[in-house]
């Protein structure tokens, strides 16, 4: 069974410029969630969306965006980049997101900034 | 707001060792705690997951406890390998609404030497 994955790995932009992170969940499962990790910060909750809807979102300016398409796949949106974006962007799945469900996570896409 | 705190940040044993990761968290309203492997460019995985009913799990030569009313959770690594080397995380679900997110405390990273 194919694991969570993410596209592209590595990402090099400029400042200013956006950016659209991929990620494909494991079969059947309707939840994904992202996460920015940065050394400073560590791991950062950005939003999650179950059946093409955002049920939940972290504390993030409205640069970061995402949704959800109907076979589950989701997308994240980083307009007007800046230096502070540089980070790994993690995607996690689940079936549906429930509290007593362990999510899958993929090995995230690195995004450096210029 | 929900914090998550790991201690040691870092910590160096010799293999065959016993050894404790410790994880405290301020808000004891909490749905369930989850321990976290990450490897180094590689995504998180799950090790373990604790209901907030439940005192402890056991995986293998892993062993994770749970104390909601005091805030606190270890993870026990019995036997250590140089296999095990790696970042160790913490997360937190919250109990309902806004705070369903999981809240990452900023891991502990492992070395164990042969």
């Known amino acids: 069974k194919a694991g969570v994955t993410q596209t592209p790995r590595y990402l090099i932009k400029t400042r200013g410029q956006q950016v659209t992170l991929s990620c494909s969940p494991i079969?059947?499962?309707?939840?994904v969630s992202w996460y920015q990790q940065t050394p400073g910060q560590g791991l950062q909750f950005l939003f999650e969306y179950f059946s093409e809807t955002q049920r939940n979102k972290g504390n993030f300016p409205g640069r970061f965006s995402g949704r959800q398409f109907s076979n589950s796949r989701s997308e994240m949106n980083v307009s007007t980049l800046e230096l502070g974006d540089s980070a790994l962007y993690l995607c996690a799945s689940s079936w549906t997101g429930g509290g007593s469900q362990p999510q899958h996570f993929g090995d995230g896409t690195r995004l450096s900034i210029l | 707001k929900q914090e998550v705190t790991q201690i040691p940040a870092a910590l160096s044993v010799p293999e065959g060792e016993n050894l404790v990761l410790n994880c405290s968290f301020t808000?004891?309203?909490?749905?369930?705690l989850q321990w976290f492997r990450q490897d180094p460019g590689k995504g998180l995985t799950s090790l373990l997951l604790?209901?907030?009913?439940?005192r402890e799990q056991t995986s293998g030569r892993l062993n994770a406890s749970l104390d909601k009313s005091s805030g606190r959770s270890t993870l026990y690594i019995a036997a250590s390998q140089p296999g095990d080397s790696a970042t160790y995380l913490c997360?937190?679900?919250?109990?309902?609404?806004?705070?369903?997110?999981?809240?990452f405390g900023k891991g502990t990273l492992l070395t164990v030497n042969p």
């Open positions: 079969s059947g499962h309707r939840s």
């Open positions: 604790i209901q907030s009913s439940q």
């Open positions: 808000d004891s309203a909490i749905y369930n």
């Open positions: 997360a937190v679900r919250g109990s309902g609404g806004s705070n369903y997110k999981l809240t």
